[in-house]
């Protein structure tokens, strides 16, 4: 099991530092994985590295707020690596790889798949794996699909994203999970090409009817990649 000691804790405050106070210029838009329980096919473009935070309440006794972040790598055109570093002690961290096999293209679907591993003893094991599809439905709405494993059981997800104007978005998704259900909506706004701010609130249908909200943010780095002079 990795507990988080002090040193983390600082390590993700300078990050959060950086986030900041650091300016990028890119074209694309940024894409992530908040504020919804699915994700979508895209990885991220070459010579860039991603940092997603965020603050979730459960309510539910003795686990009410998470506060778990999401580390992404580019490695390729079409891979990337992401760490999920536990920001509670208790948490385990986890390591995982993430693959764009289709490029969704206008209205052409896309397809992409991941699995995470996680540490048990000494060793690190499979935790969870995923595909996840979307397609463009029409102009400003694209609809997502996930499937997979999580969470010790099999789940499926579908979501709706429809865009308000440049920056705006908003989801509304639908989680089945073998061990529970949840329905939540969420809203995003995009700051500038590489930051993402959002916040999402919804229900856990199980005997307890919990409620959950949270909100996070999502900022993109770009890095001149290696040189090639011949």
């Not at 600082?10 to 990050?15: E, H, P």
């Not at 106070?21 to 096919?41: C, D, K, M, W, Y």
């Not at 920001?87 to 790889?97: N, S």
Request: proline share 3%.
């Amino acid at each position: 099991m990795i507990n988080l000691n002090s040193i983390c804790k600082t390590f993700i405050v300078l990050l959060f530092a950086v986030f900041l106070f650091h300016n990028t210029q890119a074209q694309e838009s940024i894409a992530t994985a908040r504020p919804t329980l699915s994700v979508g096919p895209w990885v991220l473009p070459e010579h860039s590295f991603q940092w997603e935070q965020g603050a979730q309440y459960v309510d539910i006794k003795g686990e009410e707020w998470a506060y778990d972040a999401f580390f992404r790598a580019s490695i390729s055109k079409s891979a990337e690596i992401r760490v999920f570093v536990p920001t509670l002690e208790h948490k385990v961290a986890a390591f995982g790889v993430k693959w764009m096999m289709i490029q969704p293209e206008g209205k052409k679907p896309g397809v992409g798949f991941s699995v995470n591993m996680s540490s048990f003893g000494d060793n690190f094991v499979i935790s969870g794996y995923r595909v996840a599809v979307n397609k463009k439905l029409m102009d400003n709405l694209v609809g997502f699909v996930n499937a997979g494993k999580a969470a010790g059981g099999y789940f499926g997800d579908f979501t709706l994203a429809y865009g308000l104007g440049d920056r705006f978005t908003v989801v509304g998704e639908y989680w089945h999970h073998e061990d529970w259900q949840q329905a939540q909506t969420g809203l995003t706004y995009l700051i500038n090409s590489e930051t993402q701010i959002d916040i999402n609130g919804g229900l856990l249908f199980n005997a307890a009817n919990d409620y959950t909200f949270g909100v996070g943010f999502a900022r993109r780095f770009k890095y001149n990649g290696p040189r090639n002079d011949g």
